[in-house]
């Protein structure tokens, strides 16, 4: 039987060698097992199931993650996400015929979107503090407060739904949608933000100093408030709404594409733009301050005392602008055909085409000599039916006359402190103790010993009311554990609100404060140099370590307020006077465990300026296929692909490659953007992932058809082997088993008809240093092994074998390499006994 089958090997052996001419085995990927996925996102919590394809009949499978805090994956290869982070999960596939494969997905687990709709301050705080929120919706019809704190919430689409509620916000957003509020009420102090207006019924008062990069106002039919006292870069209105603009600061446009009512005011001397297109024919058009307004459709403008230098362009076939002058000057009016005049005093329509016509003389009750719509009076006049306030309202809030003393306003903000002392933040100064009512759950009552104003040494900025005050309340007695109720009889109002804790959480939080009094309290920081001008740098740079400090703890610590200053000791060190808000427990209001437990330690903490930058190297482009680009990977670093026009925000790293090992690349070290678009110029971003401060970018990359729809990489750490003594095959002296290490890769996408595979050539046999002429092959059942094949059998002798390693990609039906790797040469010698 041994025989025949050398007979028989012999007999295949030559056929193969008379039919085909050459050398080379192939070895054809597609024939060997597959995973279902080589890369996968999941979300906390959710599954997702890896299969195993072409492994064939009676194939053993054993999953495995290298990570288990990160995900886990069962017998049946059902992947679980279990906390944020990248994990390999590893099949181990053993083939009937004895062939061992291992396949490997990388998967990154991240945190799942949240959204989440909050009713009250506290709640807010919260959902602002938990990094999985990506929408979070303000939703009561309770007349409230919100205080949103200064912050980037640049991951966070914020929805307003509180028809009875007043908003101040210092904290920048995704995105903010007002679907409802207070007539009176949207106080903006953030830079930046876009706000969309959806509401009936809305003001919007963005802050000196604060700054919108647009208000889009879309709600037909409503009433619309905007004074800017400082900066609004657009303003779009897409309805037909009547929208009263307030600048005392500075409005970039405002684009009307819909037959709106618009009027316009304030103390601003530079002229405002106001473009006006075709879909907004009918719009009106009203300025008491100066405009550079620019006409597509029939439009009204009525221009009154103070909107001297404004300037009029028709820009569309049908365009018409019927101007109303009440100013002391002429307007002038820009057409193709030249430019019109409109005296003062007088009324006149000019067309696209320069033509003047309805030319009238504006009697002295039209002419309003003020203010226009929710301006001021003169003459007694009131113009548009507006305020009969003195001039511009500009940045200031007008007096709300308020409710009747019988309504009740939910306060959010009350913290105990001790269990004989609490704060409250209240917006009216408290002047009598005694209207205090604190109670706790069976209705007793707690008697205020003492009552101390938190912000009587402070001043309010310029311009702005003292509206919010903070008290701090000693009780007579203490207090017990338990639920209280806090309720103040206003002049107008009647305040309430509801605090809770435990003995438990009083005893977490003093325990955190003791922590933060040693290991925060008092230290040096180093900070980068920038933070030397900049005191709110530096907080914001303590904040993030108090923060993280107190997540390592199992409790919240941030910084509460920081001196205005730096103080400078005799030795020249440079210090800061803090305050730390310390909180034992962590969650939701709702949660029955949450307590309203909290302490201030106020201390110095000291800074150099000497930190450095993290360094961050510039992304290296190794391969641009038609689709996708390869960049060469540096440990420690996160790489995000954007449009060449794009610069990343805090969403695009949110999904970038973070490389923290050698798992979460190839076995090249690169990584592959892919899916990408032919004709489009891309740029790569690559920062720092522990201090994500420096991002650094590559040079614009566009893809054309003349790079290659496919790369391929193959190598070895292990070219040279001595397997000392073997022997042939039980099955088949005339083959030899040899253990080969390869590491491959390929990039771009396969092309149609092709398919991707391991070849051979180049085989040389050297027996006792004579070259073996004939019937060599080399061939490789599996990823781990190769075999090499003699005709002539293997005799005693030693032997070198040399062979060429090709990963490639090749056609279906010929079979002819149309790409393929580098060659990788192994060397490897044996004796045969």
């Known amino acids: 039987m041994k025989n025949m089958k050398k007979v028989f090997a012999f007999v295949l052996a030559l056929a193969m060698i008379l039919t085909t001419y050459q050398p080379t085995a192939t ?12 890369k996968m996102t999941l979300q906390v919590g959710s599954k997702k199931t890896l299969t195993v394809k072409k492994a064939g009949k ?9 990570k288990k805090s990160v995900a886990t994956v069962s017998k049946k290869g059902v992947v679980k996400a279990v906390k ?27 945190n799942a979107a949240v959204s989440k709709t909050v009713s009250t301050q506290k709640a807010l705080a919260t959902a602002l503090k938990d990094k999985n929120v990506k929408n979070l919706t303000i939703k009561t019809d309770k007349e409230v407060a919100f205080n949103i704190p200064s912050g980037n919430y640049g991951k966070v689409n914020l929805t307003v739904d509180a028809p009875n509620a007043d908003v101040v916000n210092a904290g920048t957003f995704k995105s903010i949608n007002i679907k ?13 933000n876009t706000i969309t207006v959806t ?25 619309i408030k905007i004074e800017a006292a400082g900066t609004i870069d657009a303003i779009q209105i897409d309805a037909a709404v009547d929208v009263s603009l307030a600048v005392d600061g500075t409005v970039g446009e405002v684009a009307v594409s819909a037959p709106a009512k618009v009027a316009v005011e304030g103390k601003t001397t530079a002229a405002i733009p106001v473009k006006v297109e075709e879909t907004a024919k009918g719009a009106d058009v009203t300025s008491s301050t100066p405009v550079e307004v620019k006409a597509a459709t029939e439009i009204s403008l009525n221009l009154s005392k103070g909107a001297e230098g404004s300037k009029v362009e028709t820009t569309g076939e049908n365009a018409q602008v019927a101007v109303k002058n009440d100013t002391t000057d002429v307007i002038k009016v820009t057409t193709p055909a030249g430019t019109q005049e409109v005296a003062k005093d007088t009324t006149s329509k000019v067309d696209n085409t320069g033509k003047v016509t309805d030319t009238t003389t504006n009697t002295s009750g039209d002419n309003n000599g003020g203010s226009t719509s929710g301006g001021s009076t003169s003459g007694g006049n009131t113009s548009g039916g507006g305020s009969a306030s003195g001039g511009s309202t500009g940045g200031d809030v007008t007096p709300d006359p308020g409710p009747t003393p019988s309504e009740t306003y939910t306060l959010n903000a009350l913290h105990l402190f001790a269990t004989n002392q609490m704060d409250v933040e209240i917006p009216e100064k408290i002047t009598d103790k005694d209207k205090i009512e604190v109670r706790d759950a069976d209705g007793n009552l707690q008697k205020v010993a003492e009552l101390n104003d938190m912000y009587a040494d402070e001043d309010a900025e310029d311009g702005e009311e003292d509206t919010w005050q903070r008290y701090m309340i000693t009780f007579a007695s203490d207090l017990t554990p338990g639920e209280y109720t806090f309720s103040y009889t206003g002049k107008e109002k009647i305040y309430q609100g509801e605090f809770k804790f435990t003995s438990e959480s009083l005893a977490k939080t003093e325990a955190a404060a003791k922590k933060v009094q040693k290991e925060i309290l008092g230290q040096t920081y180093s900070i980068q140099e920038k933070g030397k001008d900049d005191v709110s740098y530096a907080a914001d740079q303590l904040d993030k370590i108090a923060y993280a400090y107190g997540q390592e703890n199992d409790f919240w610590a941030g910084v509460y307020d920081y001196a205005d200053a730096y103080t400078t000791s005799e030795d020249g060190t440079i210090g800061l006077e803090v305050t730390i808000r310390v909180q034992g427990e962590i969650g939701a209001r709702e949660d029955e465990a949450y307590a309203d437990v909290v302490q201030d330690l106020t201390g110095m903490v000291y800074f150099t300026f000497d930190k450095q930058p993290a360094e961050v190297k510039v992304p ?58 032919i004709g489009k110029s891309y740029r790569i971003w690559s920062r720092n992932i522990k201090e994500a401060d420096v991002e650094e970018k590559s040079d614009e990359i566009t893809l054309t058809e003349k790079n290659p729809q ?12 001595n397997l000392g003594t073997v022997t042939t095959s039980e099955e088949d002296d005339h083959v030899i088993q040899i253990p080969r290490s390869v590491k491959i890769s390929n990039y771009g996408q396969v092309p149609e008809n092709m398919y991707l595979h391991g070849e051979t050539d180049n085989v040389v046999l050297m027996k006792d240093g004579q070259k073996i002429e004939s019937g060599v092959s080399v061939s490789l059942p599996h990823s781990d092994l190769a075999e090499v094949y003699s005709v002539d059998g293997f005799e005693k002798g030693e032997y070198t074998l040399t062979y060429d390693y090709y990963y490639c990609c090749s056609d279906n039906t010929t079979h002819q390499r ?16």
């Open 27 to 38: 070895y054809a990927a597609t024939k060997a097992p597959t995973i279902s996925a080589k």
């Open 58 to 66: 009676n194939a053993t499978l054993k999953w495995s993650s290298s």
């Open 84 to 110: 944020a982070g990248t994990a390999n999960v590893k099949c181990k596939v053993v083939t009937k015929s004895k062939k061992h494969y291992t396949l490997t997905c990388k998967v990154t687990v991240k």
């Open 180 to 192: 409802a509020i207070k007539p009176n009420t949207w106080k903006e102090k953030a830079k930046g």
């Open 199 to 223: 509401a009936d019924d809305a003001r919007i008062v963005v802050e000196a100093g604060a700054s919108l990069s647009k208000v889009t106002v879309s709600q037909e039919g409503g009433k």
């Open 620 to 677: 290296q482009v190794i391969f641009e296929t038609q689709t996708s680009i390869v960049v060469k990977a540096e440990e420690g670093q996160a790489y995000v692909c954007l449009d060449a026009d794009k610069t990343p925000d805090e969403d695009d790293w949110e999904d970038a490659f973070y490389v923290e090992g050698a798992e979460d690349v190839d076995d090249f070290g690169n990584i592959e953007f892919d899916k990408l678009s």
């Open 710 to 721: 496919i790369v391929c990489l193959a190598d070895s750490d292990k070219k040279v082997l």
């Open 818 to 833: 149309a790409v393929g790797s580098q060659a990788v040469t192994y060397q490897v010698t044996f004796t045969i006994e």
